[in-house]
């Protein structure tokens, strides 16, 4: 099993040019499946092993796919209906994205409970509601979810809570769907107004994304087009705290700044110092960071659950107790007792983070137990003494595309080691 190395100690300096984003990308890889009349290519798609696992689903149901760089192309003009293999679907929670598409195109789909990270339970009734009060018949049965949407059509879904996933599929669903569709308490991330960009630039009758009332008018077919996949604000989120715990400073380009208010205001809060400067978001750590009062995870525009481990990390640093509420999973602080092995002192209790700052990191073997706690693993360890290794950088490669490679061109000292 490979690792990562890392040798803390070196304040980041430099520039860094944020990738294209994997929330916006997955669920408009599953959107494209919706094209039947030509190819679809995406500009600036990330080379993730998520996206690659959604290429092999894709595949499997009959599309053509092709990278020239960074630019992927995908031929859905020969897709067809075909269950979706347990083994794909396990390791990626972004399978259950297939189930809206397929029902919309084709009028059916057979799929598997997904996997991914161990985060939390993550139910999937709300996508199942959803598209139950589009008219389809779903049975579930040992592990599969199978699906009729011949009768498909639009209808009024209030979502009980703002799900970002029940929401996407949900619209993947309509936009080929007879009649309209009004979807309300939809979740407001910038990833569903990119789905609406994308499907509209494919043919769909769909507004409103961005607000809480989507409206989907259902178009008779969906045509290939050329779209660029927006910039990732959680890597850009990664980087900033990177270079705060490491007292250094960067320069981020192609940030989406107005995505990371939130952030932005934690990170003001710790003491750093952020600055636009043409398209350049500057960030400057602050000799000691300070500790921040409270962090409550929200829906978008809240602070978003995918940047909390990483604020963990930074916190470590911190002059005193910083309080952290992570409310959207219940099982998001499975880091703790791995930053707990390289110093860190938090206390959790239910859904808040208690942590002691500002105390002395020290590197050690740690495991990454998630993506998001992977990365809060590696910007711990830029700040530690000596040499940490962390294990199971499979999950760090879910979202990060050679975030080693990243940080060494930013200064640090970080190796993969193959195993
Ligand atoms: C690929 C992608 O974009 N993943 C993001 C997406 O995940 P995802 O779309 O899975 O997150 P959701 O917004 O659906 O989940 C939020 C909450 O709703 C619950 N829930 C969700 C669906 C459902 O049918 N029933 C239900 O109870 C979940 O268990 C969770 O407690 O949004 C999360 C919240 O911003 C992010 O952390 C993930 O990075
Ligand atoms: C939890 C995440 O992703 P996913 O929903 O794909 O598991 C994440 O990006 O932090």
Redesign the pocket.
Known sequence: MAMIRIRGGRPLHGEYTVPGS??GA??ILAASILCSQGPVTLLGCPHLSDVENMLALLRHLGCQTRWEGDALTIDAQNARVSQMPEELAKVM??SIFMLGPLLGRFGSAVATYPGGCDI????????LKGLRTLGARITEQAGYIFSDGAALKGGMIHLD?P????TENLMMAAALTPGTTRLTNA?R?P?IVQLQDFLRAMGADISGAGTETITINGVERLSGCSFPIAADRIVAGTFLVAAAITGGEIALRGAPVEQLAAVEAKLREAGCTLEKDGALWRLRAPAKLGAIESIETQ?YPGF???MQALFLALCTRGQGASVITEN??ENRFRVVPQLARMGARIRVSDRTAIVHGPGRLTGAGVTAPDLRGGAALVVAALAAEGETRIGRVDLIDRGYEHIEQDLSALGADAVRIEG
């Open positions: 994997k929330n997955l669920p929670r972004s939390g339970l993550r139910p999937i009734d709300l996508h809570y799900s970002v996933g029940a979740a991330e990833e829906p978003p659950t995918d959207i999973f």
